[in-house]
Structure formats: C-alpha cells, structure tokens
C-alpha cells in the first residue's frame, strides 16, 4: 500500500527527499544481506526490491507525471539489474521488483483500454479542486460494462498468474522457491492498490495520492 498512502504524496510535494530516501532503502538492504544471518538477508534483498521500485516511482511522479507513456518505460529503470540479480542472492528482491513491474504493467494497459490513460495529463495538470473533480469524473466513468468486466478479467488473470507462482514457490527444496512466493505476494497485491485506488477516487479523490 505504500504507493497510495506514503510516496504518492511524499513525491508530490517533496520530490527530491522521496528520492534520496532510495538510497536508504538501498543500504539498510545491503547492510542486512551482508551482515546478518539467513532471515535478515531475506529482508535486506527485498528491501533492494523495493527500493528500486521506489526509484522508479520517484523519477515519473517526481518529473515526469504529466507524461503517462513513459511510466512503465520509467518504472523499468532498475529491470537489467532485476534480471541479472535473479540468479544471486539478490533473487528475492528482483523477483519483488519484477512481479511489480508485471502489476504496473496491467495497469497501464487497462488504462489504456478504458480511456483513462487519456485524462491522465489533464488530472495532474489540474489544480486541487479541478483536479478531484476530473478524478472523480473519471472513475465514475469506468462504471459500465465495458470497463468493470475488462477490470474483472484482468484481476482473475493476475489471479492466475499469482497462484501459478505461488505453486512454484512451494516445491520443496527449490533455492527459487522463496522468490517465487514473493513474486506472488506482490503481484496480487496490485490488486489492492489499484482497487483501493479506484475506491478513493470515487468516494474520496484527494487521498488518492495523484493529486
């Protein structure tokens, strides 16, 4: 829930301290995976996971919010080093960031299937009150047919995709098996961040964090 609750609005308002807390959640990561025993170690590679996650989410909203195209392109960022630390003992916080990536990525796309990618600019651009006006308008709009059952197949979809990684993590002795669980964890948790997301927008825009 962090995106929604904590660096939405952190970023918003102090865009570079957000994104010099990165390298905070970077070095408490390393700091535990070098220094502690096996349980710690867990902790400091997902720790690595998020913050490039956190990286990523401080460079779009921070500066480049106004332009949703490069969102996913921008929460990539840290994707090379992901796909080379799955192999190391970093391989629960690339699995973390990847499964992640996944989730935005699903994201976007519904987005971009229900035309909200197109209000995108317009929201952020918008002054407060404008702002959660058009927010709200928004949201209510996803409200037909259409919308809800793209949104629902989507969510079984990821669903899906969850419990097939979750599977994965649970054959016994598996060195992957830990990272696949967290892989898991994460990407149905885009469930409820998008879906407490949608909720504040239609009860409550200005807690959504966007704006």
Known sequence: MLPVFLQAPWVHFFPLSALLFTFVLLGVGYI????????????GSLLVGVSGSWLGGCLFWGWLRTHPALHLPVEAVALPCAFIGLNTKWRIGSAFYLSCLIGTA??????????????WPLIVNASIQDASDLLNATASNLLNVFSISLMILTALFILF??????????IPYSLQGGAWLVASAALSTTLWVDG???LTTLLQPTLSGLI
């Open 196 to 198: 407490l997301f949608f």
């Open 161 to 170: 995709l969850s419990d097939q990684m979750r599977k994965r993590g649970s």
């Open 106 to 119: 699903f994201t976007d796309l519904i987005m971009v299937f229900t035309g909200v990618m197109h209000q």
């Open 32 to 43: 535990f995976v070098q220094s502690f025993d096996r349980r710690f170690s867990r902790v």
